[in-house]
């Protein structure tokens, strides 16, 4: 019975260390991450993307035109073209769908200003990387009391793309590939979450500091 007794005690205090152990390897990892300027590794990173797909898009394009000029040569009367799609489009669509409804008001696809687009992606994941930074650092902290402004902002977005997701699903893939459709719908399923749980946020008395608080 004292074997049976001592014997326990040096494999509570094993357990006790591994816990500990564990719970300052997260707690180090955390206050890692929380260091890490996510703004600026985001848009980098994503601007060096964006620029790399630009270029394999102007090569495919060029290819892709050269091959109409061969055909023209050979008496085809080609004139303009309905239901072409690039591939390297395809994935600038994966990766920056919100730089690409950015510049689509300057052009799309082929008439696309793609250092217009390689700007657009950058300031959008760096707005990605300040709100992750924000989170991080803010984790539990009290919310302020939100803005009119952002409120407005926010319900805008929500409703915009909760718009194009409805009307996506509605008309179905159509002739766009099934990878095109995909991603198209998860960015807007994506935003709708965001801008959706933002208001609720915003909203919830819970998150708001007392006047208490403030006034102290």
Not at 70 to 96: C, I, S
Not at 142 to 155: C, E, F, S
Not at 172 to 193: E, K, N, P, Y
Request: with cysteine; glycine share 6%.
């Amino acid at each position: 019975m004292f074997y049976g007794a001592h014997a326990q005690f040096p494999v509570s205090n094993l357990l006790r260390t591994r816990f500990s152990a564990t719970e300052g390897s997260d707690l180090s990892l955390s206050s890692k991450l929380k260091t890490l300027s996510w703004r600026w590794i985001l848009s980098i990173s994503q601007v060096a993307l964006a620029l790399a797909l630009s270029l394999m898009l102007a090569a495919e394009l060029k290819v892709h035109n050269s091959q109409l000029d061969v055909a023209r040569a050979q008496g085809w009367n080609l004139r303009m073209e309905f239901d072409y799609m690039p591939h390297t489009f395809v994935w600038m669509v994966v990766f920056d769908f919100p730089a690409i409804v950015a510049a689509a008001p300057f052009g799309i696809a082929h008439a696309m200003p793609r250092p217009l687009f390689v700007l657009f992606a950058g300031f959008f994941w760096y707005w990605c990387g300040r709100g992750l930074e924000r989170r991080l650092k803010r984790m539990d902290e009290m919310h302020k009391r939100p803005r009119i402004v952002v409120l407005i902002l926010n319900g805008l977005g929500l409703i915009c793309a909760f718009a194009l997701l409805v009307s996506l699903l509605w008309t179905g893939r159509g002739a766009s590939g099934l990878i095109l459709f995909v991603s198209t719908v998860g960015w807007c399923a994506a935003f709708v979450a965001y801008f959706g749980s933002t208001l609720t946020r915003c909203w919830l008395p819970a998150n708001w500091p007392s006047r208490k608080n403030t006034s102290s």
